[in-house]
């Protein structure tokens, strides 16, 4: 029976994978972290209702508070845990209008703190000689688009980061897998604007089956749906000078 480790447990695709890492009957206990605890609370309470015998501790950590975050991942780690989820994350509807505050926030949630909890659980898990590691990224980090390139920005941050870690733990002959996960617009509480505009977004469901699948695996990048795979290789490939003209 497994412990998951779930940090950004308010996120809609967390939660979903929490669903489906249930329904597997192989999980005895997770442990989940938010920087909300009233919503992290309603979910967890419900969630403990559907499935009694789970067990569940939560923590309300903000994520600019490092020091806190390695405190409770050493707290964490007094047992064995069997896979880690990095699932915080943030970003805006309209970048342009971002204060300096808003950008720092976002720098902490979606860079810093990934990369301060990614160095710390892969420490642990190496020590512990097995575990998996998920951390969601984006297709948005791929490549640099007017839309939305400063929460791209942070996603490419993300991705050069795990795959360093790869290359780390390929090196070190480690036992422990880290994939980076890549999923495309998908339908959440972040995306909601986009539900707003009448955008086709994937279920979150689908997703959620696929990163569980791809972790388990053990697989080094999980595009999800996917079809975002081929997408991206397109985008990616585009000429600059063609790409510039095209607003996407």
Known sequence: MQTILIVGATSSIAQAC???????GQVQRF?????????????TQ???????????????????????????MEQ???????????????MFQDERAINLDELTTMINVNMTSTATLLSEIYKYMHLQGTGKIGVIGSVAGDRGRNANYLYGASKAFIATYAEG????????RSAVTVSLIK????QSEMTKHLIAQGKKLAK????????????????STIYAPKIWRI???????LPFFIFKKINI
């Open 18 to 24: 929490m669903h489906e890492w249930a329904q597997t």
């Open 31 to 43: 442990i989940c972290i938010a920087r909300n605890p009233e919503k992290l609370a309603l979910f």
């Open 46 to 72: 419900d969630f403990s209702i559907r499935y009694p015998k789970i067990c569940i501790d939560n923590h309300s950590i903000a994520f600019d508070n490092l020091a806190l975050l390695r405190l409770t």
């Open 76 to 90: 964490c780690f007094a047992q064995k845990i069997d896979q880690a989820l990095l699932a915080q994350g943030m």
């Open 165 to 172: 870690l790869q290359h780390r733990a390929a090196l070190e």
């Open 183 to 186: 999923p495309g617009p998908t």
């Open 204 to 219: 979150v469901e689908d997703v959620a089956q696929q990163i569980v699948n791809g972790m388990q695996r053990g697989k």
């Open 231 to 237: 997408i991206m290789l397109i985008i990616r490939h």
